[in-house]
């Protein structure tokens, strides 16, 4: 607490005034953390001083709040091309980053408890930068770093705000972040350490060397390239819900099970159910194999019942026994993208919608997917099947446009594949066209980039489309063969020794847990 307090003199972030009737402050607390390392072992403990922003006024005390953050498709495909290159990944946290941004409006908090000034107790502190807390802190923070990038001859990718990119003949330096935790790459590291002395002059900021944790995620350095995992946020969930224990299972879904919102059972506590689908939702980024069945759970947050419960215990299962996968970054010297599309035609048993998902593959290595509920009613499984190439055909398009501004040119168009006949045969010839007069913007959308050549569709069997994973339970052999080939690979081997065997505790058998014991 005292050197929080000291990082806050030293930056002067306030100073106190009388306070007044016409003065309506807001409060403030000591929130503390126990920082960890990867293996879950104690790093540090850490206090911080936080506003209660909440107590906050709109057009008052702030205006505008956001402030973007790196999108985990460009993090991936920012790792993808360093192990393509072979390049050296940098990592730095910035300590009490908020403090360096400058606060346009005028706000009032209380003094800190525990730290009142003896000689003005009845004093308030009128801040002079923004604070841990305060709705507009991320966003003024954020502002004052993209400044200070800029000021080294980074442009700011248009694709990505959070992304910034150095270019010239000789060096290439992509710098990304997300809020105070920076990641910078390139090919000259002369360069980088150049970047990283600028910045400990304008910031106070530690280098962590290599990156090792980013955002919760391992990056463990292999023979073979890169290695992404979130055991240790898996190991957590699991025993916050008290499923450390259970029997595992091979797929996150049954195939013989469905969903509806009214099944006949028993509801259960929703805060409970919408609290563990929540901490699910972050391991999308190392694990799209989970994507349906989270997507499809979340649709219930509102009024659970037991059937949904029971399926989320199979999930957390799932969890157990892969608790060590994650996404593999290999070498390779292909800079193909292709790009699976899949819908799963009236899956929704509730609205008869349709679920649709792609997955977007560069080299060998999965950058992008998503597996998502739409709202629109396909009339037909070649509709479900082209609105679904739409959307995907969108995403496709942005990563060529990051492409572009990273420099990295592709040696043919994308590839779109759909295990739809029909879908495909439509983006190019308009046959059936008065049947499909309801989706002209899509047909129109899709029908431009081939004929421009920006993109490329094909028909691939079902067999071997890859965003199935992503639009309906699969059996255990679908499973794993598809997980096999979008390069979500079991790190068992790599990850031996290096932690405790958190996926075969001592104790067995699956617990009666109607309820997690513990709001995650």
Known sequence: MSSELTALMRHDTWELVPCSASIKPVGCKWVFRVKRHPDGSIDRFKARLVAKGYNQQPGLDYTNTFSPVVKPATIRSIL???????????????????LHGDLSETVFMLQ?????????????????????????????????????????????????????????????????????????TGNNPTFIDTVIQHFCHRFHLKDLGNLHLFLGVEVIQTHAGLFLTQHQYIHDLLSHTNMVGAKDVSTPLSTSQS??????????DCSQFCSIIESLQY??????????AVNKLSQFM????????????????????????????????????????DANWAGNLDDRSFTSAYICILGDASISWKSNKQRAIARSSTEAEYRALANTASETQWLQILFTELGLSLPQPPMLQCDNLGATLLTFNPVKHTRMKHIQIDLYFMRDLVSQGRLQVRHVHTHDQLADLLTK?????????????IGLLDGSPIL???????????????????TPTVNT
Not at 259 to 268: A, E, H, I, N, S
Not at 305 to 331: C, D, E, M, P, V
Not at 500 to 511: I, L
């Open 80 to 98: 993808t091309i360093v192990v393509m290159h072979g390049w050296n990944l940098r990592q730095i946290d910035v300590h009490n980053a908020f």
């Open 112 to 184: 800190p408890p525990g730290f009142k000034d003896s000689s003005k107790p009845h004093h308030v502190c009128r801040l002079k930068k923004v604070i841990y807390g305060l709705k507009q802190a991320p966003r003024a923070w954020f502002i004052a770093l993209t400044a200070a990038i800029t000021q080294l001859n980074f442009l700011q990718s248009k694709a990505d705000p959070s992304l910034f990119i150095y270019s010239t003949k000789a060096h290439k330096c992509y710098l990304l972040v997300y809020v105070d935790d920076l990641v910078i």
């Open 259 to 268: 969903f509806k919102l009214q099944d006949d059972t028993v509801p259960t």
């Open 283 to 292: 391991l999308f980024f190392t694990r799209p194999d989970i994507c349906f």
């Open 302 to 341: 509102h009024k659970s019942s037991q059937n949904h419960w029971t399926a989320t215990k199979r999930l957390l299962r799932y969890l157990k026994k892969t608790i060590f996968h994650g996404i593999q970054i290999s070498k390779t010297g292909a800079t193909a993208l292709n790009t699976f599309s």
């Open 473 to 485: 339970p699969l059996s255990q052999q679908c499973t794993r063969y598809l997980c096999n080939k």
């Open 496 to 514: 031996r020794g290096r932690i405790k065997d958190t996926a075969n505790p001592s104790n067995s058998g699956e617990p009666v847990t109607d």
